[in-house]
């Protein structure tokens, strides 16, 4: 396998840190490396992922990631992550994160060794 540009290394390495039960949304990621911005971090989870705890880099919604919905809530309900049930006018009745209760501000939890970009 050909080596991972830098960035894409960072990137990963943050979302390997995010604790379970705890998710980061992709500008979140962005913010902590001090550089780039929530598409970067997208595209990166999109190419290189799948090695990391993909599932617990989101969107700012809350809204589980499309085409992979039933087995990001599968990761989900087994970590304990908190959920906001879906109304039933909801495509599919797939709940959304609780952004405000799951959402890790890469501090709390983390750790000794890891510091966020400042």
């Known amino acids: 396998m050909s080596e991972l540009p830098e960035y894409a290394e960072r990137v990963l390495a943050v979302a390997e840190r995010?604790?379970?039960?705890?998710?980061?949304?992709?500008g979140d990621v962005a913010e902590?490396?001090?550089?780039?911005?929530?598409?970067?971090?997208?595209?990166v989870m999109a190419l290189y992922g799948a090695a990391v705890p993909w599932w617990r880099v989101v969107r700012a919604d809350g809204?589980?990631?499309?085409?992979h919905e039933l087995r990001a809530l599968d990761?989900?309900?087994?970590?304990?992550?908190?959920?906001?049930?879906?109304?039933?006018a909801?495509?599919?009745?797939?709940?959304?994160?609780?952004m405000t209760r799951a959402r890790w501000d890469g501090t709390e939890d983390a750790p000794a060794d890891v510091t966020p970009h400042t």
């Open 18 to 26: 995010i604790p379970p039960g705890r998710v980061m949304t992709y």
């Open 75 to 88: 990761h989900y309900r087994r970590e304990g992550t908190p959920l906001r049930q879906a109304g039933p």
């Open 32 to 43: 902590w490396l001090g550089e780039g911005g929530p598409r970067q971090v997208g595209r």
């Open 90 to 98: 909801t495509e599919g009745h797939v709940p959304r994160l609780a």
């Open 63 to 67: 809204v589980l990631l499309p085409g």
